[in-house]
Every structure is written in C-alpha cells, then in structure tokens.
C-alpha cells in the first residue's frame, strides 16, 4: 500500500517556527517531484513549495519565499518544510504531494498521491 505521512502540525505563535515532515511507504521519495499544498476551508488548495525530480531545483510561492524552505534526508525517505516567521494567515491543513513527472507541474491532477494533511494553527 502507498501512503504519505504528514506530521509536525500544530498551534504556533505568530512569528514562531514548525517544521513539517512527510514520509512514506511505499515509494522513494527522492524518486519523485513531491510538492506542499496548503488548504483554507472554503478556499481553494494552494501549492506552496515543490522539488523537482529532475536537478532537483525548489520553487516556492510568493506567499512563502524567504520564511519556508524545503529539504530532503533521503536515509529517513523523508522531506520537510521548515516554517518560520509564522503569520495567522499561515493557518491551514498543509499536505505533502507526489507526483510522476521529472517535473513540478501546475495541476493538481498530475499529483497521483497525497497525504492526509496536518493542520497548522497560528494565533496568539
């Protein structure tokens, strides 16, 4: 059975810091363009990181760039999203995504498989 496993949510202080994990069984990790959504209830899923397969280069929404940075340990065939400078507008259920393209893609639908989502609060 493939599975994505996300982990590391939780309730932060604005301008604090989590780090998210994302492991599976399964698959290779590292054999895969995987991506980081995040999802506000009653807004549409917003892609907010992803590493490519192929060379490996991470892009990054404008809404994260500079606070969020994405890494790999490819021994644990996990990734992470490491959070800092969180904003309440950061809250959401953030998911970790794979995809089979050598490529990051723009749709949803090029994901072929998805993890539960783990939900990160930010508030005083």
Same mark, same amino acid.
């Given at each position: 059975q493939l599975l994505l496993v996300?982990?590391?949510?939780?309730? %932060?202080?604005?301008?604090?810091?989590l780090t998210l994990s994302c492991t599976s069984s399964g698959i290779t990790l590292d054999y895969h363009s995987i991506a980081w959504f995040r999802q506000v209830p009653g807004k549409e899923?917003?892609?907010?990181?992803?590493?490519?397969?192929v060379g490996g280069a991470t892009r990054y929404s404008n809404s994260v760039k500079?606070?969020?940075t994405f890494s790999r340990d490819n021994a644990k065939n996990t990734v992470y999203l490491q959070m800092n400078s969180l904003k309440p507008e950061d809250t959401a259920v953030?998911?970790?995504? %794979?995809?089979?393209l050598d490529y990051?893609?723009?749709y949803e639908d090029s994901y072929n498989l998805w993890g539960q989502g783990t939900q990160v609060t930010v508030s005083s």
């Open positions: 996300e982990s590391g949510g939780g309730l %932060v202080q604005p301008g604090g810091s899923r917003e892609e907010i990181s992803c590493r490519n397969f500079g606070r969020f953030y998911y970790c995504a %794979v995809s089979d990051c893609s723009d």
